[in-house]
């Protein structure tokens, strides 16, 4: 029963309005959130090209109610999410695995680098949700896993860099909004500068210590992550321009 408050009470904490005006006024908490805007908008660049491929099939008119649909279930879930995770990233053993879920999605994102990703594979219409449900909403469905899919790994790395519950959940709210709407922004960044790929991959591996190292008492002060984080893009475009002179040089 306790822990059942003490979950409710984090979600009592998305409607308390003062702690949404200490957000709101702190400049740390609005560096924290940009963070997680940027890290999230990198990461999901290429998803949001996943979803147009999922809901490609469908005529013009139903492709974003698709999406429409599918971007409400991922607020839902969002929110249910940070919720019931701010409560349970206190236990050292959720931190653990989180930081061995991250590490994996690094190592996997370099094994891979370069190979086909199962997930851009386009939307099957013989699959039984079709069957079952038909094709409009098989197609909200795929897209709503997706998005799920999506999210774990970003509610993960943002835990890693805060623990304010008004923090993750502007973060969230805006890094989905960006990964449906100026997603083809960041592509373009990363088709010009191909290295801020793996930068972004990087720096998950670098909030993965982060959260793992939390579990041995040790906490990185937020400027010092941000730091880090100015100094890998600053590094990204050094490390881009000697690669661009080197090839106009060959």
């Given at each position: 029963m306790?822990?059942?408050?003490?979950i409710?009470?984090?979600?009592?904490?998305?409607?308390?309005?003062?702690?949404?005006?200490?957000v709101?006024?702190?400049?740390?908490?609005?560096?924290?959130i940009?963070?997680?805007?940027?890290?999230?908008?990198l990461?999901s660049?290429?998803?949001?090209?996943?979803?147009?491929?999922l809901?490609?099939?469908?005529?013009?008119?139903?492709?974003?109610?698709?999406?429409?649909?599918?971007?409400?279930?991922?607020?839902?879930?969002?929110?249910?999410?940070?919720?019931?995770?701010?409560?349970?990233?206190?236990?050292?053993?959720?931190?653990?695995l989180?930081?061995?879920?991250?590490?994996?999605?690094v190592?996997?994102?370099?094994?891979?680098?370069?190979?086909?990703?199962?997930?851009?594979k386009?939307?099957?219409?013989?699959?039984?949700?079709?069957?079952?449900?038909?094709?409009?909403?098989?197609?909200?469905?795929?897209?709503?896993l997706?998005?799920?899919?999506?999210?774990?790994?970003?509610?993960?790395?943002?835990?890693?860099?805060?623990?304010?519950v008004?923090?993750?959940?502007?973060?969230?709210?805006?890094?989905i909004?960006?990964?449906r709407?100026?997603a083809?922004?960041?592509?373009?960044?990363?088709?010009?500068?191909?290295?801020m790929?793996?930068?972004?991959?990087?720096?998950?591996?670098?909030?993965?210590?982060?959260?793992?190292?939390?579990?041995?008492?040790?906490h990185?002060?937020?400027?010092?992550?941000?730091?880090?984080?100015?100094?890998?893009?600053?590094?990204?475009?050094?490390?881009?321009?000697?690669n661009?002179?080197?090839?106009?040089?060959?």
């Open positions: 306790e822990i059942i408050n003490e409710l009470g984090t979600y009592a904490q998305f409607f308390n309005w003062e702690m949404w005006g200490e709101l006024k702190s400049p740390e908490a609005w560096g924290l940009g963070s997680l805007v940027v890290m999230e908008g990461l660049a290429d998803n949001a090209l996943v979803l147009a491929v809901v490609k099939h469908l005529p013009p008119e139903q492709r974003k109610k698709a999406l429409l649909y599918g971007m409400f279930g991922a607020y839902i879930f969002r929110f249910l999410f940070i919720g019931i995770g701010v409560y349970l990233v206190k236990f050292s053993i959720v931190k653990v989180g930081a061995l879920y991250l590490g994996w999605i190592y996997s994102h370099f094994k891979n680098k370069g190979g086909e990703d199962d997930e851009t386009e939307f099957k219409k013989e699959s039984w949700t079709v069957r079952v449900f038909g094709l409009f909403w098989a197609t909200v469905i795929s897209v709503e997706m998005d799920i899919a999506f999210s774990v790994d970003s509610i993960l790395a943002a835990f890693a860099i805060s623990d304010q008004w923090v993750l959940l502007l973060g969230g709210i805006l890094g909004i960006m990964m709407t100026i083809g922004v960041f592509l373009t960044l990363i088709e010009k500068v191909p290295e790929e793996t930068t972004a991959f990087v720096l998950i591996a670098i909030i993965a210590i982060k959260m793992f190292a939390g579990v041995f008492g040790f990185m002060e937020n400027t010092t992550f941000f730091l880090i984080l100015i100094i890998a893009f600053l590094g990204t475009f050094i490390v881009h321009f000697r661009k002179k080197k090839l106009e040089n060959m």
